[in-house]
């Protein structure tokens, strides 16, 4: 995974509670295994019904066309568990979701791909979508994982929380897999407990 | 000290802390299907790792797959290159797959509790967020992204914060007509699309106990929707009835060895939980989404609401809702005319389901010009609902009845509506554009998907004459 440090990029605002990864990242009809996932983005939201682009999605004003942040609502990434809905951000170059909150599962994907899930609450949250509104793609914000920083035009710098274990996870791009393996003896050890406790768990046998 | 159901079930499951602090939970059954796998396989193949435990591994085949009859790996032909990827990255890491045309072939959180595969007390992991389905049974279920499935084939554990608990108590008694899925409608219309975000759901009470297994299945299957990723049911003897002789269900002395710890699995009396829900379901009506998120929910009697009423944070959800919908607001759900309705899905396609719908069915026809699908959540389903001669009923009402998968539900397989088609539906997300681009979705039971097929309008099942 790649390391996620800072970021400068232009932040778009998609303000609205409970996107959800059908609207991130829609099943399209035409498909194989190697996606296209630049153009998966809000495929069918940013379109209208004749499939030609809807010019009022935010995405698809020209000031937003390459932004390197999203700032939106409420359980952003409610939903679906396909992590299309993270990869398609990564593609078109979003490395940063800022939201009042994000739905379990999507942060997770967030977490795993390197893509910092930054959630400002209350006050804060409206303060800064204010400015990002008022901004309006004309210069970049710098998110500093670091210092744990938004910085940019219209204000001072905003600070956000996010948990140690996640902030060092990004910060290194650490393998999750690899992480787990230092535990191997220990799946061991509670694996030979669970076939001697409770055997019926750890074998899968048909009985006809 | 007093401990919740699902704290016995995490504190047992529980291998280690790893080093970022996260817990590392055992996951006892894990299944995969072919929408996401493929990437999971290429990832290891890539790393060099191995699949650590290959037989607590399963597959299925259901995205992505055809509903026509006959069908094939290309009959569906953006289905066929993820089919064939599941066959071969199974084949190679000798893993279990219940592929098209296998005989037991179907959903994942339908296949998986119907052969005994998920037991009481087990954890179980799927890369799909109606994963807790199998929570009817009494498990503890994860619905996972791909980084995560990849992380389970290697390790067979997860790492998870863990979550919080809550106690959603079902009180009272099920009306006729009145199911699983218009009590789960209701409670997320109650709580929000994420007021179950954090917390492992425990669903308890009167109306819980006295709900069939394949009913309970529905209640967990519909967590999600209210953004837990666990809902369970405590097992009790109706599960241990419904389990007893499923063929991968442990027989003998080990069936009385297991029985015995699962008549064990259940939340102290006095254990906390950290958010408790009460709902008294004795007086509720059949529900049915109006919206395009699944708490936007009304009874069947009840009208579009006016944006303008509700709290400041739905309003503009609920504005946008409407013009989606194309709906204005005060207009009574009941009497819509519907262009499709759809039967099915991990939420509402087990034999059970069939059978209320057929019996609304039975001896009458779907209206004109309405398109009308039954598709059975398994291969087992569609079977035993033939041998109890559904599928007739079924046909001669002028419903189409296909092969077994998700179909319609998020469209993966191309079954899908066209733009502006009014659609109810027995799925999970009314969400816009997923059953096709600008398909309005109405979700509620399959009694009232029935009954509206029938009527060719948003039907009432409680006021069609003669529904048993």
């Known amino acids: 995974m790649e390391p996620f440090t800072r970021h400068t990029g232009i932040a778009a605002p998609l303000i609205k509670d409970d ?89 997770e994907n967030c977490l795993q791909n390197g893509l910092l899930p930054i959630v400002l609450d209350g006050d804060c949250s409206e303060a800064f979508i204010a400015r990002v509104i008022e901004v309006d793609g004309k210069w970049p914000f710098t998110v500093d994982l670091v210092a744990q920083r938004i910085s940019g035009p219209g204000g001072g710098d905003v600070t956000f929380e996010i948990a140690a274990a996640d902030r060092m996870r990004l910060l290194e791009g650490l393998d999750d897999i690899g992480l787990t393996l230092r535990h191997m003896d220990e799946i061991g050890s509670w694996e030979r407990r669970a076939q001697a406790t409770q055997p019926w768990l750890q074998s899968t046998r048909d009985n006809r | 000290m007093q401990r919740t159901l699902f704290d016995k079930i995490w504190d047992f499951h529980r ?25 999971a396989f290429a990832r290891l193949e890539k790393q060099e790792r191995p699949v650590r435990r290959a037989d607590l591994t399963f597959a299925v085949q259901d995205h992505t797959v055809a509903t026509a009859p006959g069908r094939g790996d290309a009959t569906n032909p953006s289905g066929s290159a993820f089919i064939k990827a599941m066959r071969e990255g199974c084949r190679k890491n000798g893993i279990r797959l219940f592929d098209i045309d296998d005989p037991e072939q179907g959903i994942s959180h339908v296949v998986a509790p119907e052969l005994g595969i998920v037991l009481p ?30 992380h389970i084939l290697a390790t067979q554990v997860m790492a998870l914060k863990r979550p919080k608990r809550m106690r959603v108590c079902l009180d009272g008694r099920l009306d006729a007509h009145v199911s699983a899925k218009d ?86 009396d006095d254990a906390a939980f950290d958010r408790e829900v009460t709902l008294d379901c004795s007086a509720l009506e059949p529900q049915i989404t109006w919206g395009t998120d699944p708490s936007q929910v009304v009874g069947i009697s009840g009208c579009v609401p006016d944006p ?30 519907v262009d499709r309705v759809f039967i099915g899905s991990c939420t509402n396609s087990r034999l059970p389901d069939l059978q209320t719908a057929a019996a609304v069915v039975r001896g009458r026809h779907v209206a004109e010009g309405v398109i ?16 109890l001669g559904l599928d007739r009923v079924f046909r001669e009402a002028g419903f189409f009845w296909g092969e077994s998968g998700c179909s319609m539900c998020a469209g993966g397989n191309g079954d899908r509506g066209q733009p502006g088609e009014r659609c109810v539906s027995t799925t999970n997300r009314n969400f816009e554009n997923r059953q096709g681009p600008k398909v309005r979705t109405h979700l509620a039971s399959p009694a009232t998907a029935a009954a509206t097929a029938i009527a060719g309008r948003i039907a009432d099942v409680r006021q069609m004459s003669g529904a048993a």
């Open chain 2, 372 to 387: 009308a699908m039954v598709i059975s959540g398994s291969s087992s389903v569609k079977r035993e609902a033939e041998a």
């Open chain 1, 19 to 107: 996107v959800n990864t059908d609207q991130i990242a829609p099943i399209l009809h035409a498909r194989g295994l190697k996606e296209d996932y630049q153009a998966m983005l809000f495929h069918r939201t940013g379109r209208r019904e004749d499939g030609r682009e809807d010019p009022d999605f935010v995405l698809n004003k020209p000031q937003f066309r390459s932004p390197g942040i999203l700032v939106t609502g409420q359980n952003f990434g409610a939903g679906s568990s396909r992590e299309s809905a993270v990869w398609s951000m990564l593609a078109n170059g979003i490395r940063v979701i800022v939201a009042k909150s994000f739905a379990d599962i999507y942060r």
């Open chain 2, 308 to 337: 303008a009423t509700l709290d400041a944070n739905r309003r503009a959800s609920a504005q946008s809702a409407c013009s989606y919908m194309d709906l204005a607001p005060g207009t009574p759900l009941a009497g819509l005319p």
């Open chain 2, 121 to 150: 007390g087990a954890t179980h992991a799927v890369p799909d967020s109606h994963a807790s389905t199998v929570g009817g049974v009494g498990a503890l279920a994860f619905g996972c992204g791909t980084s995560e499935l990849t």
């Open chain 2, 183 to 268: 009590v789960a409608l209701r409670i997320i219309a109650e709580i929000g699309v994420a007021g179950a975000r954090g917390y492992a759901v425990e669903y308890a009470g009167a109306a819980v106990t006295a709900m069939p297994i394949e009913q309970r299945m529905t209640l967990c299957n519909l967590n999600i929707e209210m953004g837990g990723r666990s809902g369970f049911v405590a097992p009790d003897d109706s599960t241990f009835a419904w389990l007893a002789g499923r063929p991968f269900v442990p027989q003998g002395a080990q069936w009385d060895h297991a029985l015995a710890h699962w008549r064990t699995l259940a939340s102290d």
């Open chain 2, 15 to 39: 291998v280690g802390e790893r080093a970022d602090g996260r817990d590392l939970l055992y996951i006892d059954r894990h299944v995969l299907h072919e929408l996401h796998a493929h990437h």
